[in-house]
């Protein structure tokens, strides 16, 4: 029977017969009898979520054993592998903490030999791997988490029986619908080319549309004609920096507005980071750039963009990457102007464009300073240090090695001009800018050089900062001579 109260609800009353389980426990929500009994080792450092998708396969009939543990994860799979003569599904989290994930699948699959497998990979992200990594690492399907049972049983089914999956294994039309509930409105404010080509690499993996500006008051004029849904902002720039533009910002907000602002920025000690909260900023990213820390901070923040709804400032639409201001304020060289590295973009490195480059080294060793010194004298560049931080491809490392030559060759230029002009402001500036772009490389020698020059012009000392800069400058000579190399054998190696 029914009861029913306007206003307030219905309750519906129905006795119900049903069978005591044979079985007991769980009941069993067959799939498909294809899958019965099929191993499935799971792997993931999230607890509940590996959890929660183990029993829901287990109530689907497989056998699914879960582990966040990679050593844990073979030991289950040896005891797949003595049990079991079928097929084996592997389930593994992209985003493990220390791990590199596509490593640990290659070691299970090379574990399971011969023997037939399906590799599944789950992913927080809308583009964690190329369509190249997915074949080189035999990644089968992907699949957004939290990861529901009955998709997982799906998409295995379709496997099994050769049925195309489509990107995330799911359907076109829902991989689309989610990419683009998960596109941000970004604006990026760095003067830096290295770390604004980095940053613009790992937006563009995600599909976000960014607009870029290289100072603060840039920051704040494209801030008030566009509407965005977070502002990245360095903190060392000039006309105004990030700390001041973004009290510039909190300053011109109408009441109930209030745009998430996120620090980016090289000073780890913990009063810096207090000063870019009591600015008015609500985070900061470390540099040199975490690929994990900054993926983490990205789905923070679409999050928090689905879940707010902005007043339109404007309604002009904005290209998927746009440098708004670029170019380089004159400090007495010659102006010039900077556009952001197109992450998707081959390095265009050829015979040509290394002699323009050598010519560039006249920037750097200058008349009455000593001979170049060579790179096996100072500690070398990690070249591959990118493609561990931020998983970039072959290509835009390459963009980023030609980036960080560029640079340093203008933060020389720049120091120059404020020892002669005694701008501590300037020095500070081009002395922090390329201690971060160098750190990306872990070029050890020319970030620490860089540091004592940045400490030095803090503090007024200019007799200091000018013995620093002696010592930079050689050592960021001995850089760009070995980055000329790397690039040199880049061209001559065969594709």
Request: glycine share 4%; hydrophobic share 45%; with cysteine.
């Amino acid at each position: 029977w029914l009861e029913s109260e306007f206003g307030v609800g219905a309750v519906f009353h129905f006795t119900g017969r049903f069978k005591p389980s044979v079985a007991g426990g769980q009941a069993v929500l067959h799939f498909s009898p294809a899958l019965d009994g099929m191993p499935v080792l799971i792997l993931d450092d999230h607890v509940s979520s590996r959890q929660a998708l183990a029993q829901a396969l287990q109530r689907r009939g497989l056998m699914a054993r879960e582990t966040g543990s990679p050593e844990q994860a073979q030991q289950i799979l040896n005891q797949f592998l003595e049990q079991h003569d079928g097929i084996i599904v592997l389930i593994v989290d992209q985003m493990m903490p220390v791990l590199d994930s596509l490593q640990v699948v290659a070691n299970l699959q090379s574990l399971i030999g011969p023997r037939e497998r399906l590799t599944l990979l789950l992913t927080t992200t809308l583009h964690p791997v190329d369509q190249q990594q997915m074949e080189s690492f035999q990644i089968d399907a992907l699949l957004h988490k939290p990861a529901l049972g009955s998709e997982v049983c799906r998409i295995i089914s379709s496997l099994l029986s050769n049925e195309s999956i489509s990107h995330q294994a799911l359907g076109e039309d829902k991989f689309e619908a989610a990419k683009a509930s998960r596109r941000l409105r970004l604006l990026l404010a760095e003067d830096g080319a290295v770390n604004r080509a980095v940053v613009l690499g790992l937006l563009d993996q995600q599909g976000h549309e960014v607009a870029c500006v290289e100072d603060g008051a840039a920051a704040v004029e494209a801030w008030q004609q566009f509407q965005f849904d977070a502002i990245l902002m360095d903190v060392q720039m000039p006309v105004l920096d990030g700390l001041q533009a973004t009290q510039r910002i909190r300053e011109l907000e109408m009441a109930g507005q209030h745009i998430p602002i996120i620090a980016i920025t090289a000073a780890a000690m913990a009063e810096d980071h207090e000063r870019c909260l009591q600015a008015g900023m609500d985070g900061y990213l470390s540099k040199p750039i975490n690929f994990k820390q900054f993926d983490s901070l990205l789905n923070q923040l679409v999050e928090q963009a689905q879940q707010r709804s902005y007043d339109q400032r404007s309604t002009i639409e904005l290209p998927e990457t746009t440098l708004l201001h670029p170019t380089v304020p004159n400090h007495g060289l010659a102006a010039q102007s900077i556009k952001p590295a197109r992450p998707n973009d081959p390095a265009s490195v050829d015979a040509q464009n290394m002699g323009a480059m050598s010519n560039d080294s006249a920037v750097v060793s200058r008349p009455g300073s000593a001979s170049p010194i060579k790179p096996s004298l100072v500690a070398s560049l990690v070249f591959d240090a990118p493609l561990v931080k931020l998983r970039c491809s072959p290509s835009q490392l390459c963009q980023l090695v030609t980036t960080l030559r560029q640079e340093a060759v203008q933060r020389l230029d720049e120091m120059t001009v404020a020892l002669e002009r005694h701008d501590d402001k300037l020095l500070v500036r081009a002395s922090h800018s390329l201690k971060s772009a160098a750190a990306l490389f872990d070029a050890k020698n020319v970030t620490s050089a860089s540091a004592a020059v940045e400490n030095a012009a803090r503090v007024g000392d200019t007799q200091s900062a000018a013995q620093q800069f002696a010592l930079l400058r050689l050592a960021t000579s001995a850089m760009i001579q070995e980055i000329d190399q790397w690039l040199k054998q880049q061209v001559s190696s065969p594709a």
